[in-house]
């Protein structure tokens, strides 16, 4: 027994240096993580939801499309240098939302021009009377829009012999069909490029529109861009294809798509986020001390050895929030402030059982390990309950869209199966190092007065 615990120790120990070593400073490097992630509730930031139009694909194929679409989009995030951006698929009654948070990116315009940016590209026409217009094609006798949804994901930045750049790129084989048919009916007329309802601009201001010197087939070339234009729409364009549009269902009008307008829209002030992750220290810090009082003075030695127990969880919590990482929000503080009661909790149940075994007249070690055996059902049956609740609100948070539940299910999850460990393993090893040598033997020093305890059960 004395060899396990020792064995014990020592993995206690490495783990601890380990975690101690990957929180300070909290923006160090390790595993490929810099710091904390917060949420916008705290890093302040923007938060929008769009529709999406899975109209024109077939019901069973539209969440593996969603999931495409939502792989594509943290790609092109990741493109413009936003760091950890959360991207969720939303799915209710056979419709589909896109929720995106950009940490960091107070200014809502701002944030919408970035959304904007994962439209596709589409081309238009010029009609009789001047305007432009979606550039249509039939395939299996079903109108289609010549659009960069039919790229393959090979375009590419070059520069012609006069230096100027040029965007290529090649059709699919279902643009193959469109490009052939549009631009074989538009021999030395425009064709221009637009991105959702905003035609694309060159450096002079004036609208991106090449004539069409002869019949597309395979490949094609973008002209009138800018290198930096050219390289961000290669870039784009290189991370995916969104198959969908993203906007929303018009309210007056709601056979009317209206593409890149988000359904909702929020932001959180990065000062607004600061001032909450200090309140938020501030009762933590209040609560952990009021615990930490409570544990020294009513158990004593066992309390000393929780509070260690205690300090050892939260350094690991630490790590493993910032290893996964975990996305803190405001509602994972509470889940976090709240494991922590329920850590207490589980050394007041054990402690409590040591005790009664001490005033039954056992050895302070046949009472140690007595203690921790009859606690443990306890421990494990409130735990799981515990767990099951997260699971089901994991679950509500995702079918009604609350992501912060989420974040609360999950922290919730991962500290109270932390606070399950630190209580069974890392106290009772360090309860039973404590006996072994016999450092302390007075049953005092356990919160029971000698004149409580019984003469003779040593087992």
């Known amino acids: 027994m004395r060899r396990r615990s020792t064995y014990l120790l020592i993995f206690i120990l490495v783990l601890f240096g380990f975690t101690l070593w990957t929180i300070p400073p909290l923006d160090r490097d390790v595993g490929g993580r810099d710091g904390l992630r917060l949420g916008l509730d705290l890093a302040g930031g923007s938060y929008l939801v769009y529709q999406a139009d899975v109209s024109d694909v077939p019901p069973g194929?539209?969440?593996?499309?969603?999931?495409?679409?939502?792989?594509?989009?943290?790609?092109?995030?990741?493109?413009?240098?936003?760091?950890?951006?959360?991207?969720?698929?939303?799915?209710?009654?056979?419709?589909?939302?896109?929720?995106?948070?950009?940490?960091?990116?107070?200014?809502?315009?701002e944030a919408k021009r970035m959304v904007g940016l994962f439209t596709v590209l589409e081309f238009r026409e010029l009609d009789e009377a001047g305007n432009w217009t979606p550039a249509i094609g039939t395939i299996d006798d079903?109108?289609?829009?010549?659009?960069?949804?039919?790229?393959?994901?090979?375009?590419y930045?070059?520069?012609?012999?006069?230096?100027?750049?040029?965007?290529a790129f090649e059709w699919n084989e279902e643009g193959?069909?469109?490009?052939e048919q549009i631009t074989g009916r538009l021999i030395d007329e425009p064709l221009a490029i637009f991105l959702g309802d905003e035609p694309l601009e060159g450096e002079d201001g004036n609208i991106i529109a090449p004539i069409v010197r002869d019949v597309i087939r395979d490949r094609g070339v973008i002209e009138g861009l800018s290198l930096a234009d050219a390289e961000t729409l290669m870039r784009f364009l290189n991370a995916g294809?969104?198959?969908?549009?993203?906007?929303?269902?018009?309210?007056?009008?709601?056979d009317v798509f209206e593409q890149d307008v988000p359904l909702y829209e929020w932001t959180v002030d990065a000062t607004l986020g600061e001032d909450s992750v200090e309140r938020s220290v501030r009762a933590a810090a209040i609560g952990i001390a009021l615990l930490l009082v409570f544990m020294l003075v009513y158990y004593r030695l066992p309390g000393v050895v929780a509070c260690l127990s205690l300090g050892i969880y939260f350094v690991v919590l630490l790590?493993?929030?910032?290893?996964?990482?975990?996305?803190?929000?405001?509602?994972?503080?509470?889940?976090?402030i709240l494991s922590l009661g329920m850590a207490v909790d589980a050394n007041i149940l054990i402690f409590e059982r040591v005790k009664e075994e001490v005033r039954g007249g056992?050895?302070?070690?046949?009472?140690?390990?007595?203690?921790?055996?009859?606690?443990?059902?306890?421990?494990?049956?409130?735990?799981?309950?515990?767990?099951?609740?997260?699971?089901?609100?994991?679950?509500?948070?995702?079918?009604?869209?609350?992501?912060?539940?989420?974040?609360?299910?999950?922290?919730?999850?991962?500290?109270?199966?932390?606070?399950?460990?630190?209580?069974?393993?890392?106290?009772?090893?360090l309860l039973r190092l404590i006996m072994g040598i016999q450092i302390v033997t007075s049953p005092a020093a356990y919160g029971v007065a000698r004149s409580e305890t019984k003469a003779g059960d040593s087992r």
């Open 176 to 179: 193959r069909k469109l490009s």
């Open 61 to 109: 194929e539209r969440r593996d499309i969603m999931e495409g679409v939502k792989q594509v989009i943290i790609r092109r995030i990741d493109a413009l240098g936003i760091t950890e951006p959360v991207v969720q698929v939303q799915e209710r009654e056979g419709e589909y939302n896109i929720a995106i948070q950009l940490p960091g990116v107070a200014d809502i315009e």
């Open 157 to 167: 930045v070059n520069f012609d012999e006069f230096g100027r750049v040029f965007l």
């Open 362 to 429: 056992r050895s302070l070690a046949a009472a140690v390990e007595a203690g921790f055996n009859r606690a443990w059902t306890a421990i494990r049956d409130s735990n799981i309950t515990t767990f099951i609740a997260c699971f089901i609100l994991f679950w509500l948070g995702g079918e009604l869209g609350a992501f912060m539940v989420r974040g609360f299910a999950i922290t919730l999850f991962i500290c109270v199966a932390l606070s399950m460990f630190t209580a069974i393993v890392i106290t009772r090893t």
């Open 319 to 336: 790590s493993i929030f910032k290893l996964i990482p975990i996305t803190l929000t405001l509602p994972g503080i509470a889940g976090f």
């Open 241 to 254: 294809r969104i198959d969908v549009p993203l906007g929303r269902w018009a309210e007056e009008e709601p």
């Open 142 to 155: 079903e109108e289609r829009v010549l659009s960069s949804r039919y790229f393959a994901e090979d375009t």
